[in-house]
């Protein structure tokens, strides 16, 4: 079974950064397809950013010029580089890889103050 645990989330200022981290368990993590999905109240949960196995990465326009999806096979760990933070990117952010089926992390908090 895999498990996937988020960190990095926080409170920051518009125009700040910050860094997710997502630790995952288990040996596959190199050959899966990874990504990070969001959550704002009231909104449905929104792609970010996803990156394969030999590292193409995509993102939502949102964030394209803003954000970076990395990942670390060698630590099973997926980075999002999130910089020029804007109040709605405030959301839950939770990191997930499909192996089939998908996995999903508990999520951590963003908040971005105006």
């Known amino acids: 079974q895999v498990r996937l645990f988020e960190s990095g989330g926080g409170l920051v200022q518009a125009g700040g950064s910050l860094r997710l981290s997502c630790a995952a368990s288990?040996?596959?993590?190199?050959?899966?397809?990874m990504g990070w999905h969001r959550q704002a109240p009231g909104n449905q949960r929104e792609l970010v950013a996803t990156?394969?196995?030999?590292?193409?990465?995509n993102y939502v326009d949102s964030v394209k010029g803003r954000f970076t999806i990395s990942r670390d096979d060698a630590k099973n760990t997926l980075y999002l580089q999130m910089n020029s933070l804007k109040p709605e990117d405030t959301a839950v952010y939770y990191c997930?890889?499909?192996?089939?089926?998908?996995?999903w992390g508990q999520g951590t908090q963003v908040t971005v103050s105006s």
């Open positions: 997930y890889i499909n192996l089939p089926p998908t996995y």
């Open positions: 288990g040996s596959i993590f190199s050959t899966r397809t």
């Open positions: 990156i394969s196995p030999i590292g193409s990465t």
